[in-house]
């Protein structure tokens, strides 16, 4: 993982620069992005759909805003072709995936899942990464040192060290990014926060409490392991956690 500059949303793309939509009340033009965003909000916050963190509604809500083509190409040039956490370059290999840093629809926790996700940032510039599919989607891997293979991906995890400041509404994110565990690209500076040896591998080391491994499994390409010591690793599968290194 490198740091990325993304810069500003891009007004060359149409879904973020066109005001011809309307909106619910049908009475101000919005973007499409601004007129997705009225409907998630609508449509996530009514109790019929959803109670206590969980789904109870058959009905479904489409996010397209993420799937423009536009937005998908701007996004591909800005990370370079290459996936936003491991840097594969996938462009002549696999088909890249428009990856939610924050999950959009649901968080997988270590105490079972919570519905919905931050719906409120589907379409939003900053939360949107493109990602290989081995990094964005749930998956077996063959990893160095484990004798079976293991599942990887980050698919819908979020994990924080204290779950207390989970956000469960649109609000500012400032209190929830200090206790964010995953490194996000564009605004923490990876080279702070991992290290390589002479033979090109990563080495990590922190001191944090045990259970917070627990809470996001599947994530060991992302997060660094509980322990206080040094852990040696492909860097295909290093752990990225935008906590310190406690040395």
């Not at 011809?20 to 101000?28: E, M, Q, W």
Request: with cysteine.
């Amino acid at each position: 993982m490198i740091k990325i500059n993304r810069g500003p949303t891009p007004l060359t793309i149409k879904v973020y620069s066109e005001k011809k939509f309307k909106g619910l009340k049908g009475s101000s033009k919005l973007t499409k992005a601004e007129q997705e965003l009225e409907k998630a909000i609508e449509f996530f916050t009514n109790p019929a759909n959803y109670s206590k963190d969980l789904k109870i509604t058959t009905e479904k809500f489409t996010f397209i805003i993420y799937k423009n083509t536009e937005l998908a190409e701007e996004l591909e040039r800005v990370f370079g072709k290459k996936c936003a956490y491991c840097e594969s370059d996938f462009a002549h290999v696999m088909p890249k995936d428009v990856e939610h840093f924050r999950p959009k629809s649901e968080i997988e926790t270590g105490t079972g899942k919570l519905q919905p996700g931050y719906f409120w940032l589907a379409g939003e510039w900053t939360n949107l990464l493109v990602a290989c599919a081995d990094c964005n989607r749930a998956r077996k891997h063959e990893v160095p040192g484990q004798p079976k293979k293991i599942k990887l991906g980050k698919e819908t995890q979020f994990p924080l060290s204290n779950e207390t400041f989970r956000l469960r509404a649109q609000a500012a994110l400032t209190d929830e990014d200090n206790v964010r565990l995953l490194l996000d690209p564009c605004s923490d500076e990876p080279e702070n926060h991992l290290v390589f040896n002479e033979d090109g591998l990563t080495c990590h080391g922190w001191a944090h409490k045990v259970s917070q491994v627990k809470r996001a499994k599947r994530l060991s390409r992302f997060l660094r392991y509980n322990e206080k010591r040094w852990w040696k690793n492909d860097a295909r599968f290093s752990m990225i956690s935008s906590l310190p290194l406690n040395n």
